[in-house]
């Protein structure tokens, strides 16, 4: 059926939607110019239009060359012209990146997370002094919290300084009688703070 109307999915695909169609129509009107030193000017206003119209890409150092590489890319690498930079390949812009080692660190406890357990560590370094008490106090406090928001209920101060002992091989031993934060209040606490997150958020978006 015969249609006055052109769909975008009869058109040549977008590259780079981010410049929209309207560029596109420059890059080929660009490809057609047969003057060499025309085709240049051409080039630079349009990198300049580029530029203009991501200009969050003028925070990053190199963002010159990137303008080139995308009209490089726009142009199938293959337009003669005096490029500022050297031209890329197809092979060297959509290679794939290496894979990402996948972390092989072990957590004993990941309701914990892995930051807890290095700072217990560090604590087991310490020499017996009033910082390192306050400082696997709220190290205490903080697992007892982590470990309420996972496993949802009460939790005994014991296990919390068993934990511990665990986590360091016996080098933190601490006396029963320690006592930390009440689960009542650490809910109480978590409760109050995510009211007041979400009534904060609330009156941002009346305004």
Known sequence: MNTLFEYNTQKKNLLLPEYGRNV?????????????QERNE?????????????????????????????LAIMTDFNL????????????IIYQKPSKL???????????Y????????QEASKMEDSRERD?????????MKKQYLMWNKE???DSTILNDIEFITNGRIKLSPNLKLTDSRDIKTNSSV???????????????
């Open 134 to 142: 306050v400082l696997i106090k709220t190290i205490g406090n903080h």
């Open 101 to 111: 080692p996948y972390n092989q660190n072990k957590i004993g406890f990941r309701y």
């Open 24 to 36: 596109l129509l420059l890059v080929e009107h660009l490809k057609q110019i047969q003057n060499k």
């Open 193 to 207: 703070n995510a009211n007041m997150n979400t009534n904060g958020n609330k009156k941002k978006n009346r305004r």
């Open 42 to 70: 051409f080039a630079f206003r349009l990198i300049d239009l580029m530029g203009a119209m991501n200009p969050h890409l003028r925070d990053i150092e190199n963002f010159k060359h990137i303008l080139w590489d995308h």
């Open 113 to 120: 997370g892995k930051t807890i357990e290095l700072m217990i």
């Open 80 to 91: 003669d012209i005096d490029w500022q930079y050297p031209l890329p390949t197809p092979e």
């Open 154 to 156: 009460v939790v005994e």
